[in-house]
C-alpha cells in the first residue's frame, strides 16, 4: 500500500463520521472494515470482534452514513470518495509498525472493501456477500487490471441468487476467489454472522501477526 509523502500521527488525523478505531500498538496489521447498509456486520460490532479472531489487531470501521459507498464523502472533512480514500492511506501511514493491510466488508460494505483494497493496494480483500445495486460493470472493469498486490476473495451463498450473480460475475477477475459456501449449510445473504455461529469465520483471515513476533 503506498504511503503519502509524509507521515502523520494518528492524532493528527480527524476521524470522519462514523468511524470508530481499534488501536493494538502491538499488532503489525490493520483491517478496514466496512459494515452493510444497517451499519453493523449482520450483528453487533462485539460480535464480529468475538468470532472473527481479529479482536487483537488494529481495526478501523468504517460506516457511510449516506448509504452512497462513500461517492458523497463522509463529511466536511472528508467530502468526496477520493478525500475519504485519501484518509485511510494516511491513517496507515500514521502507524509505521505496519507490514500488512487488509480490508473487510459484507453486503454494500463488500462491495467499498473490493473498491478501496483496489484502489488503496492492500494485501488482501475478504468480502462477504458483496452487492453494489447499478454498481457492478464499474466495479468488475475496475478489477480487471490487477494492481500487482491484493488478493481478492469473496464468500457468498450459492442459495442467495442475487450474491451469487454479482459474485459469479467477477469470477474472471485477476487474483480473485469465489467461496461459494457449502449447500447444505442452507447460507444466504447473512453469511458472515452464519459462518461465525459455525465457528468458520476467524479461519477466513490470516494469522495474527505482532510487531516482537511474525507470524510463520
Not at 467530502?79 to 475519504?84: K, L, N, R, W
Request: glycine share 8%; hydrophobic share 35%.
Amino acid at each position: 500500500m503506498p504511503e503519502p509523502s509524509s507521515a502523520p500521527t494518528e492524532s493528527d488525523l480527524p476521524l470522519p463520521a462514523g468511524t470508530s478505531i481499534l488501536s493494538r500498538p502491538h499488532s503489525a496489521q490493520l483491517f478496514f472494515v466496512y459494515p452493510g447498509l444497517r451499519r453493523a456486520l449482520n450483528g453487533k460490532n462485539p460480535m464480529f470482534l468475538l468470532h472473527s479472531g481479529l479482536a487483537e489487531r488494529n481495526l478501523a470501521f468504517l460506516r457511510d452514513p449516506l448509504v452512497q459507498f462513500f461517492e458523497g464523502g463522509l463529511d466536511d472533512n472528508y467530502p468526496s470518495f477520493d478525500a475519504v480514500l485519501h484518509w485511510h492511506r494516511r491513517y496507515a501511514a500514521s502507524l509505521p509498525q505496519l507490514s500488512e493491510v487488509y480490508c473487510v466488508g459484507n453486503s454494500s460494505g463488500g462491495f467499498s472493501a473490493l473498491e478501496m483494497g483496489h484502489h488503496l493496494k492492500v494485501n488482501a480483500v475478504f468480502a462477504f456477500c458483496p452487492r453494489g445495486p447499478g454498481r457492478g460493470p464499474r466495479l468488475r472493469q475496475l478489477l480487471s487490471e490487477w494492481n500487482g498486490r491484493t488478493e481478492f476473495h469473496i464468500h457468498y451463498s450459492p442459495h442467495n441468487q442475487k450474491d451469487t450473480e454479482f459474485a459469479e460475475a467477477l469470477a474472471d477477475t485477476p487474483h480473485l476467489t469465489l467461496h461459494p459456501s457449502d449447500p447444505k449449510h442452507n447460507d444466504d445473504h447473512k453469511i458472515m454472522s452464519q459462518m461465525a455461529r459455525r465457528g468458520d469465520l476467524a479461519a477466513v483471515f490470516p494469522p495474527q501477526k505482532t510487531v516482537d513476533a511474525p507470524a510463520g
